[in-house]
């Protein structure tokens, strides 16, 4: 028998809510009653607006639609007599009557929860492995390729560690899957206990675990991993009955030591345990075995750091910066090098890292800062032009306690300007710091030193902090400079830099210019400053005098730089 309008009202799969012109229910069909649990008695009188997850204001605007003769739909979250929320796609429409006034409002609405429950379920098979509940394969990767992205911008290491159980296969054949299925869910148990949250432990399948590390301080620290994990696999599993040892071997790949992509370092850390399994049970291994060697140069090299200074080997190198208004030599930024009488001259790439780890970045940052200050006020006393002179701080030497002590004591014994002096942090570093940087930045300031903002939009770049910090100037990072002008992303980013420099009374330098066309896009926007090898390479105390003598500026129109 064919149904009526009613019966296809009362049994269909939509939830039919009628209210009266102010929005009092007035009439809801049995799928409503179902879904949310009221009877049709306890809902009638209810308000529209009770029937929903909506803040005031969300009620207040689709109220709004409504009452102005307008339909309304979209995405909302129904509510179930307990105060349940449940996903919900809705129309409501108003009906008018003969004179045009509306006289009730008809709500329809589909209940998404079961499609919501099926998308949930159809992801966690997608991303996460039925057995273990660990991520995918397909997960893992997609995580290594985000805090890969993080680790280059923050230049951190992260390791992965690919795990794999000996004679694995050989239990399941014997005892059987489900046996195997089990096994694999008290492994993956005891590696998750073993990490911290911010690391990841994924199941690719077969025998294998996938175990990515971050905030890798040095290598030992996933030496340390390794030896936790192997140690909390020794320890007998009892499976169904059965008494069950579990032997492992790890594979070591770090970041950016063995690869700075995704596909290598997987593959490096893959050699790493096939490496590890040649060397037996219980073992673990770093990608190749000149990593070993690595390992033992780093602590020559560590060895031959502690002495460098006492020793005399550091050098200062200077790059100019240069005004774009006047072409003319106005500061230099103050770089170290480090000549090793065996292996030549070490860029900072090498040993600053190190310096990091240790305690010795502090007497190595008050050399370079009192070596620059004497520096540059040796240059005044010969009667050239005032330059300011830029130094780095490191973020172990912002935040070291006596920072304002040592600053003060430099100044006085070298008799400079603090006007003259520039000290330069990133933005990362400040973050890092936040708790002591605004009383640190402020001291600085209240002796006259001028703050300047490293490698700015790479990091935070957050605008509320060079207020609050009141920063001097920020230095636009040489990756935005390199592709300008062929890149108009970095064209834009540049010109927005400059911009709020400009907005907030700040100088802005451009780091790394190397061409005529950087330079005119630069100009172009009325950037303050640059540096880079267009004018000059980092050079010696003694070449930057030379280079003073003879009056080298910058030649604003075109052409290279002119004496």
Known sequence: ???????????????????????????????????????????????????????????????????????????????????????????????????????????????????????????????????????????????????????????????????????FKRTVDTLGHALGDRLLKDVASRLTSSLRESDTVAYPGGDEFTLLLLGIAQVRDAVTVAQRVLKILHPSFRVNGHELQVKANIGIALYPNDGEDAQTLLRNADLALRQAAEQGPNTYQFYTPTMNARAFERIALENSLNRALERGEFRIYYQPQVDLHTGQIVGVEALVRWQHPDLGLISPMRFIPLAEETDFIIPLSEWILRTACGQIKAWQEAGFPPLRVTVNLSARHFMHKDLIKMTDKILTETGLDPHCLVLELTESTIMQSAGMAPKTLRKLKERGVLLSIDDFGTGYSSLSYLKRFSIDALKIDQSFVRDLPVDQDDV????????????????????????QEQLSVLRSYRCDEIQGYYFSRPMSAEAITQLLQEGRRLTLGEGPPVK
């Open 1 to 167: 028998m064919e149904q009526t309008g009613r019966e296809r009202v009362e049994q269909g799969s939509f939830i039919i809510v009628l209210t009266d012109a102010i929005g009092h229910v007035k009439y809801v069909n049995s799928t409503f009653t179902q879904v949310t649990g009221y009877t049709s008695e306890e809902i009638q009188g209810v308000h529209l607006r009770d029937l929903m997850e909506l803040s005031p204001e969300q009620y207040q605007a689709i109220w709004e639609v409504l009452t102005s003769g307008r339909p309304w739909e979209g995405e909302l979250s129904g509510k179930k007599k307990e105060g349940e929320p449940y996903p919900a796609f809705a129309s409501i429409l108003p009906i008018k009557d003969q004179e045009g006034a509306i006289s009730h409002f008809l709500m329809v609405k589909e209940d998404l929860s079961q499609r919501r429950r099926q998308e949930e379920t159809i992801r966690r098979l997608a991303y996460y492995d039925v057995i273990t509940n660990l991520p995918s394969w397909k997960l893992f990767k997609d995580r290594l390729n985000i805090v890969l992205a993080h680790a280059h911008r923050n230049q951190e290491m992260l390791a992965i560690m690919f795990l794999s159980l000996q004679e």
């Open 492 to 515: 834009a980013i540049t010109a927005a830099i400059i911009a709020i420099a400009q907005t907030l009374n700040l100088k802005v330098i451009a780091e790394g210019v190397e061409t």
